[in-house]
Structure formats: structure tokens, C-alpha cells
């Protein structure tokens, strides 16, 4: 009897011991993966902060305006650049263009047309044609044929002048920034060696003498 009841309380201690074990685990066990978990939360947000939000009124992209004449206005009044007859400076004559239709290229006919003053002239070489005018941005191409290059005389008077009397009558339009000329489609480094016409040119007061 007495050994039985030894027996019992062995049995009973065992299991106790081993439901005390299990229950530790299971304790240790849920305590290891809130750590985890806790510490994978901490991290993440540390590690990947919100993105901050848009700033109101910034657009993501830049609309080019559109260069074009007031279109309550039938006729432009322009200033046309022509050599003076030092052939060392430009003086400005005042013209009226029609505003309709390719301004841009009703503009350069006219400067290739000449002055109307006899004390002018045009350093443009006669007989140039104007292929083409097109514009992009504040940019003005202007594409002429081989005569704008076969015509010059050589100087470096007449290419200046040449280019910078269609330089200065094109910016002569608000919105027109800069110009790049084109010969027969082409660019070019330069017409007779003396000006550089690789790349889009501005406006140059210094070379206008008066306007009339």
C-alpha cells in the first residue's frame, strides 16, 4: 500500500514537471517571436519612412508658350535690320507685316526683300531664298539656301551683319529668344570663317546704330 501510494506521487511529479516544462516553452517561445516581430515593426518604420507629401502649385511639367502675334491686330509693325553704308553697323526700318498666316516667314521675305531706305543695305546676299522658319521653345530656325553662303563677299563685316540682321529682326517678336540658322536643312560650324553657326545665337544690341 505504502509503496503504491510512492508510486503515485512519483507519477504525479513527472507530470508535473513535464506540463511546468511544456508551459515554459510555450511562454519562452511566444516571448522569443513578440521580440522578433516587435523588433522587424521597429526597423521597417525606422528603416521606411512615408513619403512626404506634393507640394501644392509645382507642376510637373513646363508648358512652352507659343510665340504668335496679337490676334486682334491685322498688321505688325516690325523693325527690319539693314547694313548702314559703312557696312559697320545695323540701323533698324520700320515695316508693317501682316499678321496672319507664318509671320515668321512674311517677316523674313520682307528683310530679304531689302530696305526702302537708298542709304541702306542688305547684307544678306541677293538672290537668298528662304527655304523654311519654324520654332520651338523661344528658339527660331531659320533654314536659307546655299546663296545665303555662296553670296558673301568673304569679310567678316558681311557675315556679321548678314547673320545678326536676321538675329535682330526676329527677336525683335516678344517670345523670340535666340535664333539658329540652317543652310538647306543642315547646320553649319560657320558660313565663310568667320562666325560660329553651330549653335542658336542672340540678340546683340551693340551692333544697332539707330532705328528710323
Do not use: C
Amino acid at each position: 500500500m505504502e509503496r503504491n501510494l510512492r508510486r503515485m506521487k512519483k507519477k504525479k511529479k513527472s507530470r508535473t514537471a513535464v506540463l511546468s516544462a511544456l508551459l515554459y516553452l510555450l511562454i519562452g517561445m511566444g516571448a522569443f517571436f513578440m521580440v522578433v516581430y516587435a523588433g522587424e515593426y521597429f526597423f521597417r518604420e525606422r528603416e521606411e519612412p512615408p513619403a512626404p507629401p506634393l507640394q501644392p502649385g509645382i507642376a510637373e511639367t513646363e508648358t512652352i508658350p507659343q510665340i504668335s502675334p496679337p490676334e486682334e491686330e491685322e498688321t505688325w509693325e516690325m523693325i527690319l535690320y539693314f547694313a548702314d553704308d559703312q557696312f559697320v553697323s545695323l540701323v533698324g526700318e520700320r515695316r508693317l507685316v501682316e499678321a496672319e498666316g507664318n509671320y515668321f516667314e512674311q517677316v523674313l521675305e520682307e528683310l530679304l526683300r531689302g530696305p526702302e531706305d537708298e542709304n541702306l543695305f542688305n547684307p544678306i546676299p541677293p538672290g537668298t531664298v528662304l527655304n523654311g522658319v519654324f520654332s520651338e521653345g523661344g528658339t527660331v530656325y531659320v533654314d536659307l539656301d546655299e546663296q545665303m553662303i555662296d553670296g558673301q563677299a568673304g569679310g567678316a563685316s558681311q557675315e556679321l551683319l548678314s547673320l545678326y540682321a536676321i538675329i535682330n529682326t526676329l527677336t525683335e517678336i516678344p517670345g523670340v529668344e535666340r535664333v539658329k540658322l540652317l543652310i538647306d536643312g543642315q547646320e553649319r560650324e560657320t558660313l565663310r570663317g568667320h562666325m560660329d553657326t553651330s549653335r542658336p545665337l542672340e540678340r546683340d544690341e551693340k551692333l544697332i546704330a539707330e532705328v528710323q
